[in-house]
């Protein structure tokens, strides 16, 4: 079982960066497959980039590649997502998500999830 934690989110104005952690408890983070999901009032629960266990392959949503990187460090039980060149429909509460062994871009392929952290930002 893993917990996490995100943190990192926060106000910014379009073409601002942010980057997101996502801390875990537990001494089996490496076996977990890490995703970022997104929700904007009103909307469902959007995928946004995925990192393998190991960190190895990564994917992201078409509308963030070349602006977002996911990326993990194992030895600090911790994911990130780093966002640049951010614009208002970037804006929602972003989560972390954990699977055990294998990445999925479904949000109810994942069994973990932290209590998500709030970005904005302004035109």
């Known amino acids: 079982q893993v917990q996490l934690v995100e943190s990192g989110g926060g106000l910014v104005q379009a073409g601002g960066s942010l980057r997101l952690s996502c801390a875990a408890s537990?001494?089996?983070?490496?076996?977990?497959?890490m995703g970022w999901f997104r929700q904007a009032p009103g909307k469902e629960r959007d995928f946004v980039a995925r990192i393998s266990s190991s960190g190895n392959a990564v994917y992201y949503k078409d509308s963030v590649k070349g602006r977002f990187t996911i990326s993990r460090d194992n030895a600090k039980n911790t994911v990130y997502l780093q966002m640049n060149s951010l614009k208002p429909e970037d804006t929602a509460v972003y989560y972390c998500a954990a699977r055990l062994y294998g990445g999925s871009s479904s949000w109810v392929e994942y069994g973990y999830w932290g209590q998500g952290t709030q970005v904005t930002v302004s035109s």
């Open positions: 537990g001494r089996t983070f490496s076996m977990y497959a």
